[in-house]
């Protein structure tokens, strides 16, 4: 399909053209013009080439939720060099990898992540810093975010990008348990944008916000990237808590597009909201993904907001992310709805054959929306896409009318407050223990966070180990949300035939309460 724009940088441009005084970002008491948006990302952009950053570098951004965030991916982009932008959750050992496999020299960060990231360029190839909010001490080596802004001598550069070049790289951790790069293109983006515009009928009076991580997948293309691309401003939340602010900013920046994550929606289908929020909200929009929906958090919310509808989708880092959404003219509850327009999704088995309407199978992906590949890993990439296929590893059905149902997710993959959990990457950590001789983390259905991580230890012959010296030891090296809730010794797990581990044995019985927590 023709795509309008070849880059992010050239709808930037045609917006401030178009509507130059219009708001672009709201953040607290701050408002962003678009004519201001992009003399930002102009300045910044010469600021970075200063630097010593050019086409195809990758560029590090380790920033929570911020219009600098928005400035920095935009400028970066505009030198045709590649953002990557980085989990605010992760330790500093996650971060270490992440920043050596993508090797960038470079990285854009706030003050509150200097402790974090104390001589990480010793044990990396990081040589400067671009410090925004409370920075150390300025040098050669650190560099602030304010200055960046205030560059004149920008009118030489020109985007640099095209349609097949790098927009993002997206770190994800797959089944094998390391961090892979998701390296997605500029059409990879565009396709997604342009195939949710035409399924809900985005126009710039439509105002997004945008209060769960900038980071993620979801959060980047469909409440950041979508609203700069149809002009409709976006209202920045830094944090989701307090939540009353998130609720707040709803009602006073009249946002009509509102997306979020099942735990979000939970929580707003029981909360009490004063009656001039129910009265007064614009909500015209609940968009759902990262995790599967509960049918009761569903009705709840088409009972108390009978304006709005809550449509939930599906989608992954791999595909941009978005690969279906239920429409709004349209809806089946438990369904993710059928694929965007352009897409095509087939249920296969494990030999790739696609499977009748109905049956369930492993669900695939084609269309322009899936990545280049992941970064600088031919295998993985020639693993997960086949023939212009992407494997999601996720199991499904699609019924007559083309609605897709997902059964189960990946086989490992828990998936807690919508954040993706890969057991691999845990149990590695947990197996470098001294006293851990074998272990096995699975996901526990729980009301409140969708799943959390449950660890099986046998302990090393004639060792003891007790679930405070098993935290203690993940604390420095995890992510809190990947730090299993509950840790279980056993005297031995259950294996196959090969000595492959059970997993599903050991998730059938903890499910079921055959297991007692570890004192």
């Not at 920095?72 to 605010?88: D, E, S, Y």
């Not at 249920?347 to 590949?373: A, F, Q, R, S, Y």
Request: glycine residues 6%; contains cysteine; hydrophobic residues 40%.
């Amino acid at each position: 399909m023709p795509y309008r724009f070849r880059n992010f940088y050239e709808f930037i441009e045609e917006n401030a053209r178009r509507f130059p005084r219009r708001p672009a970002l709201f953040e607290e008491k701050t408002k962003v013009r678009w004519r201001d948006l992009k003399r930002y990302v102009d300045s910044f952009a010469r600021y970075l080439e200063l630097v010593g950053v050019r086409k195809g570098d990758n560029v590090a951004m380790l920033m929570g939720n911020s219009k600098e965030f928005i400035i920095a991916f935009l400028a970066i982009g505009k030198l045709g060099a590649v953002p990557v932008p980085l989990n605010t959750f992760l330790k500093r050992a996650e971060l270490e990898y992440i920043l050596k496999d993508c090797g960038a020299k470079l990285i854009i960060t706030q003050g509150k992540f200097a402790d974090l990231l104390k001589g990480i360029e010793e044990s990396t190839e990081i040589e400067k810093f671009i410090w925004s909010e409370g920075a150390p001490i300025l040098d050669e080596k650190n560099l602030s975010f304010e200055e960046g802004l205030t560059i004149e001598d920008y009118e030489h550069i020109k985007p640099q990008a095209d349609l097949e070049d790098l927009a993002v790289m997206l770190y994800t951790s797959g089944t094998t348990g390391k961090p892979k790069g998701v390296m997605l293109t500029y059409k990879n983006i565009f396709s997604n944008i342009e195939n949710i515009v035409r399924v809900f009928e985005i126009k710039p009076k439509d105002r997004f916000i945008v209060y769960l991580p900038m980071f993620h997948a979801f959060t980047l293309t469909a409440t950041v990237l979508l609203p700069l691309y149809t002009a409709s401003p976006i209202v920045i939340v830094k944090s989701i808590m307090p939540f009353s602010n998130v609720i707040k900013q709803t009602l006073l920046k009249r946002v009509t597009v509102f997306m979020g994550v099942p735990e979000v929606f939970n929580a707003l289908s029981k909360a009490k909201l004063p009656w001039y929020f129910m009265w007064f909200n614009r909500i015209r929009y609940f968009v759902s993904g990262g995790a599967p929906l509960p049918l009761d958090t569903l009705e709840r919310m088409r009972k108390k907001f009978k304006r709005a509808v809550l449509l939930e989708g599906y989608g992954l880092s791999e595909c941009s992310p978005v690969v279906s959404v239920n429409l709004p003219h349209k809806q089946k509850p438990l369904s993710v709805g059928p694929p965007l327009p352009d897409y095509e999704v087939k249920i296969v088995d494990e030999e790739l054959m696609e499977l009748p309407t109905g049956e369930v199978g492993e669900i695939i992906v084609k269309g322009d929306c899936v990545m280049k590949g992941y970064y600088n890993n031919p295998y993985e990439t020639e693993n997960t896409i086949v023939n212009g296929w992407l494997r999601t590893g996720d199991l499904g059905y699609v019924d007559e009318d083309g609605f897709i149902y997902i059964v189960d997710r990946k086989k490992d993959l828990i998936i807690c407050k919508g954040m993706n959990i890969y057991p691999r990457e845990v149990e590695e950590v947990l197996m470098s223990h001294p006293k851990v001789e074998l272990c096995a983390v699975v996901g526990k259905k729980d009301p409140h966070h969708g799943e959390i991580p449950v660890a099986f230890i046998k302990p090393a012959e004639g060792e003891e180990l007790s679930e405070s010296e098993l935290r203690s030891f993940l604390k420095d090296k995890l992510a809190n949300y990947k730090i299993p809730r509950q840790f279980i010794l056993v005297e031995d797990l259950p294996k196959n035939a090969t000595g492959k581990v059970l997993k599903r044995v050991l998730r059938e019985k903890l499910n079921k309460g055959e297991f007692d927590k570890v004192r």
